[in-house]
T-cell receptor, first 114, second 114 residues
């Protein structure tokens, strides 16, 4: 079974802090994604990466950056956390460019910014 | 601009009856549609998909119907079971270059009552 592991289930940070969310997948997947889930808005794509050191902006990249130095690891960085970044963050991966290749999600990180 | 819409935030059905979850989209270039199920404190898991060249796909109790002229798809669960209670997300593959990213709807919370 594919496993996508997010390093923290819950995080509480203060406004202005730099925050790192880590994600590791164990199936040698090429593509990795960061989404955030908010009530009434569904899942929105922040950034994705289709290769090591490659990244592309999703629909809501403002206030975020990413890093992919190794194939299995994809990090989401909040340069200066703000209260409107309080959310559930979901990492996902898949290994094909086919449109129906399912994304495999981690269990999420619930981030609260106070 | 919400390209994939689930207009019903919640649905409640009796165990053994049919559950019908609906999804509308705006972009006629979407080539695949997928449904995901999400339990609390877990990441979404893939349920079923359909190609835009088909109008029906079935997998056990789950059937997805696609009406391209109406830009509408639906997920039917028959018979519904209490374990089906979860949030269901509709998703579409928007990218002809097939980077694997998906656009998600807002989600519908299904409650199946025993």
């Amino acid at each position: 079974d594919v496993k996508v592991t997010q390093s923290s289930r819950y995080l509480v940070k203060r406004t202005g802090e730099k925050v790192f969310l880590e994600c590791v997948q164990d199936m040698d997947h090429e593509n990795m994604f960061w989404y955030r889930q908010d009530p009434g808005l569904g899942l929105r794509l922040i950034y994705f990466s289709y290769d090591v050191k490659m990244k592309e902006k999703g629909d809501i990249p403002e206030g975020y950056s990413v890093s992919r130095e190794k194939k299995e690891r994809f990090s989401l960085i909040l340069e200066s956390a703000s209260t409107n970044q309080t959310s559930m963050y979901l990492c996902a991966s898949n290994n094909s460019g086919r449109g129906d290749s399912p994304l495999h999600f981690g269990n999420g990180t619930r981030l609260t910014v106070t | 601009d919400q390209q994939v819409k689930q207009n019903s935030p919640s649905l409640s059905v009796q165990e053994g009856r049919i559950s019908i979850l609906n999804c509308d989209y705006t972009n006629s270039m979407f080539d695949y549609f997928l449904w995901y199920k999400k339990y609390p404190a877990e990441g979404p898991t893939f349920l079923i998909s359909i190609s835009s060249i088909k109008d029906k796909n079935e997998d056990g109790r789950f059937t997805v119907f696609l009406n391209k002229s109406a830009k509408h798809l639906s997920l039917h669960i028959v018979p519904s079971q209490p374990g089906d209670s979860a949030v269901y997300f509709c998703a579409a593959s928007p990218d002809p270059s097939n980077t694997g990213k998906l656009i998600f709807g807002q989600g519908t919370t299904l409650q199946v009552k025993p």
